[in-house]
């Protein structure tokens, strides 16, 4: 940029100063022209003029005001005339010569310095041989000194000028650019600072991710295993914190996981690592505790902190939590199991609402016993002669007729015999097979109603649903696909959902379960008295009916609790009064038949009637009942898999 400010200056005072040059060597030819219009061609020969000659030529120039020395010469130098009347002087003769040789002008700035012994003043004078020609032909020269030092001041001061505005422009211009430059780069640098903050910061709170508590995780454990010490892990979730999102509104949700943070943060060690895993999930990073007892005291630290409530504005909010906790070596060794293990316990604490809980291998299901018996129950979901569905019937208490039958699961494992669904659903659900398991099971009962109803009009049949399935939509749109597909009324089917899969996120499950009403599927809820719901609660669910939980049932018998008769009468008074059904499962002596009955309870189901038992082994009286034209005709009543599906239909429950 310098270079190109020196090179522009240079260029442009060149320029000037070649034009002012111009200018006087123009008028340095005017003053020849005048200055020997006087003088007669022989006195080139001759030398010095006349007097009378040169009086005509001082006469002539007189009127020049920048003219301050004329001196005329011949060819060869010799003196003419000198407007300071010298006669001895000598010329230039380099210049004289080369003026007259090419009959060119030939122009020199010079400086004069007059009366050097008193300090001196400096004049700046511009000195111009012009060739003199009489007819073509150069005969002499003209000596003309102009004064140039207005000429040069001006020229100077333009000069100055020029370099001025270049020099402020070239810096006005690089002030531009490097502010552009610099500006982009900042951006620039930012913008990667930033996304590699999100990379692995959470937005929200500004805590470390997953990934960046993954990378965290991976050298706190490689220093552990240097050191011997103990990591502890824990996992943290608040409690019902959709419901808090869906009631308040985001924006008061993600104020409370704010809150939360600030608290994690401003009670752990320096050491401790507090991240947000996603959601409502926390988890905090023990990189060196002396014992799991004490991961576990330290997560019921972090639990009291939850003990203040929550202000979101005006609100106190009471916020509740579950946490799971693991230790490596102890639990895990490596950080992905660790990870795995801290959220098994974080489930069982939130299940069995414990607060907190330590990772225990009996709650969990990924021992290698375990994974041997999911990989079976793959296998077993893709072949048609595995896992059957067997019916037990549920008696209407005042009439004694069966009047529907519930569906439960038996897997008839190749090498490990008949297995019940208490050894093989749990696994389902944590390994997320449940889907498909469910799939399975409302398949084959759909496809048994089918070929019931071509002998006659069956009993409606109920399906157990795991929690899991009823926190989306897609178990509905799989009813409808199979009530559509085998031609069977949605009156016909019901399904079972426990109490505890209710209240644990009932956000979710309520209008799954509205949707479920619509299609006019029946709803029961299952297990019921366990948990804590209270039967108001069920009041403007889309609920049908209420099957009391086989604990209190059994407390009706002899050895049962006294009391108990108290707690289920109101139990059923209460259902009875919101219109629900009510049925007691676990049904074993006719005593608790008839304190049922004396109770008012609807339905009863139990051993007392009838075990689980496959299709083609149900009671006559718990068959479709054939109809007037149909008796003495009895069909042979094929239980259904899930190939053989029925004559009459074609495909199978799990063609989609
Ligand atoms: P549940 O829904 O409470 O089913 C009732 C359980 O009590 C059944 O056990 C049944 O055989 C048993 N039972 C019936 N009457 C009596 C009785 O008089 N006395 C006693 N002691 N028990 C009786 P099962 O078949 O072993 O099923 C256990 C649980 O497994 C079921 O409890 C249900 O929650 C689940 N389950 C069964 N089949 C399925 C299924 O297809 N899908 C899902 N998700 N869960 C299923
Ligand atoms: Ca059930
Ligand atoms: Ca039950």
Redesign the pocket.
């Known amino acids: 940029m310098l270079a190109l400010g020196v090179a522009l200056v240079w260029v442009t005072s060149n320029v000037m100063a070649g034009q002012a040059q111009n200018d006087g060597i123009a008028l340095a030819r005017s003053i020849e022209s005048y200055a020997t219009a006087p003088v007669p061609e022989e006195a080139y020969t001759v030398g010095l003029l006349s007097p009378g000659t040169t009086a005509g030529v001082s006469d002539q120039v007189s009127g020049f005001d920048d003219l301050r020395r004329l001196r005329l010469w011949t060819v060869d130098g010799t003196l003419m005339y000198d407007s300071e009347a010298d006669v001895t002087g000598f010329p230039d003769g380099d210049r004289l010569d080369a003026a007259t040789r090419l009959g060119e002008p030939d122009a020199e700035v010079v400086t004069e310095v007059r009366g050097e012994e008193f300090g001196g003043s400096e004049t700046t004078l511009l000195s111009v041989y012009v060739p003199i020609d009489h007819d073509g032909v150069v005969v002499g020269a003209a000596e003309v000194m102009l004064d140039y030092s207005a000429t040069a001041g001006a020229v100077a001061s333009a000069i100055r000028t020029v370099t001025l505005v270049v020099a402020g422009g070239l810096v006005l211009l690089w002030i531009l650019l490097f502010r552009t430059v610099w500006n982009a780069s900042r951006r620039l640098q930012t913008s990667s600072l930033e996304n590699a903050r999100l990379a692995l910061l959470d937005a929200l709170t500004g805590l470390p991710n997953r990934r960046m508590l993954a990378d965290r995780l991976e050298r706190v454990i490689a220093e552990a295993r240097l050191t011997g010490s103990i990591v502890g892990l824990a996992l943290l979730d608040v409690d019902r914190f959709k419901d808090i999102n869906d009631s308040l509104g985001h924006d008061r949700g993600d104020e409370l996981l704010q809150q939360v943070a600030t608290r994690l943060r401003g009670a752990l060690r320096e050491e401790d690592v507090v991240a947000r895993l996603g959601g409502d999930e926390f988890a905090i990073l023990l990189p060196d505790v002396r014992s799991v007892a004490d991961a576990d005291a330290a997560a019921r630290r972090v639990r009291q902190l939850f003990v203040p409530p929550f202000m979101l504005g005006d609100l106190a909010l009471h916020v509740d939590t579950s946490i799971g906790v693991a230790c490596l070596p102890g639990h895990a060794d490596d950080a992905s199991s660790l990870m795995r293990m801290a959220d098994v316990a974080m489930y069982t604490a939130k299940t069995h609402r414990l607060g907190v809980s330590v990772y225990s291998p009996q709650e969990d299901d990924s021992s290698p016993a375990r994974l041997v018996l999911l990989g079976d129950l793959h296998r077993a979901l893709s072949v048609d002669d595995e896992l059957e569905?067997h019916y037990?019937p549920k008696i209407d208490l005042r009439t004694g007729r069966t009047v529907g039958l519930?569906?439960?699961?038996r897997w008839r494992h190749p090498t490990r015999g008949m297995l019940?669904?208490?050894l093989f659903?749990p696994l389902a659900e944590q390994s997320g097979l449940?889907h498909d398991?469910?799939r399975y099971?409302l398949g084959v009962c759909v496809a048994q109603l089918a070929a019931w109803r071509q002998i006659g009009e069956p009993v409606p049949v109920a399906?157990?649903?795991?929690a899991h399935d009823v926190t989306s939509a897609t178990v509905v749109d799989v009813i409808e696909e199979l009530l559509a597909r085998y031609d069977v009324p949605a009156a016909l089917l019901e399904v079972?959902i426990?109490e505890t899969a209710l209240v644990t996120d009932p956000s979710r499950v309520v209008p799954v379960l509205q949707r479920l009403g619509d299609t006019g599927v029946r709803v029961s809820i299952?297990?019921f008295g366990i948990g804590n719901t209270s039967i108001s609660q069920l009041r403007d669910l889309p609920v049908h009916g209420l099957k009391i939980d086989?604990l209190f049932v059994s407390d009706l018998g002899a050895t049962g609790r006294r009391g108990s008769e108290v707690v289920v009468k109101a139990m059923v008074d209460l259902a009875h009064s919101f219109g629900l059904e009510v049925v007691a499962?676990?049904?074993?002596d006719d005593e608790i038949a008839e304190a049922l009955r004396r109770l008012t309870v609807d339905q009863a189901?139990?051993?007392?009637y009838s075990?689980?038992v496959p299709a083609d082994r149900l009671r006559p009286e718990d068959l479709p009942r054939t109809g007037e034209a149909m008796t003495g005709l009895r069909l042979p009543v094929t239980p259904v898999t899930r190939e053989s599906g029925t004559s009459a239909q074609a495909g199978h429950p799990s063609d989609r």
Request: no cysteine; net charge negative.
């Open positions: 569905l037990q519930e569906a439960l699961m019940p669904p208490d659903v449940i398991l469910t099971a399906v157990n649903l795991s079972e426990t299952d297990d086989r499962e676990g049904v074993e189901q139990g051993y007392l075990r689980a």
